[in-house]
């Protein structure tokens, strides 16, 4: 028996639909990198991006455990000296809930070729409301 490789032309993309105020930011960001990288489906090829697209709906009504609002801090730099800024988790809430989203399962795919394109199929909205009901994504529990 030989071992099936994917092909580019037989890629299928189905759409999901995951609500971030259900379960931990961990357990969310390992689902949707689990989506987006396309490891749930029999036709997984390490080599080929054959992921899904996922919306993120509540993602302002984020859950962490523990105290992580007040201790998780969010880094960035300038590139100049003295430049290193730092948010905490409940201030980058509230000015970007979708950023806490998205680096988590930034964190969470393999570092090669295939991350941005696979980032650009995750769609992140901070409300119950988002712009893809014409693709009818399937909710994930």
């Known amino acids: 028996m030989k071992t099936y490789s994917q092909k580019a032309s037989e890629i299928k993309r189905d759409w999901y639909l995951v609500d971030a105020s259900t379960m931990p930011l961990g357990k969310i960001a390992v689902i949707i990198a689990d989506k987006l990288m396309g490891k749930s489906k ?3 090829t390490p080599h080929i991006d054959n992921g899904d697209y996922v919306v993120v709906i509540n993602a302002k009504d984020v859950v962490v455990t523990g105290d992580k609002m007040v201790q998780k801090k969010y880094y960035r730099h300038s590139m100049y000296p003295g430049g290193l800024s730092e948010l905490k988790l409940e201030e980058v809430i509230e000015k970007d809930p979708a950023r806490v989203i998205r680096e988590a399962v930034k964190g ?4 090669n070729k295939l991350a941005a394109d696979r980032m650009k199929r995750l769609r ?8 893809h009901e014409a693709q009818n994504p399937k909710e994930i529990k």
Not at 108 to 111: A, D, R, V
């Open 108 to 111: 969470m795919l393999p570092k």
């Open 124 to 131: 992140v909205f901070a409300g119950p409301e988002h712009t």
């Open 42 to 44: 029999v036709t997984y």
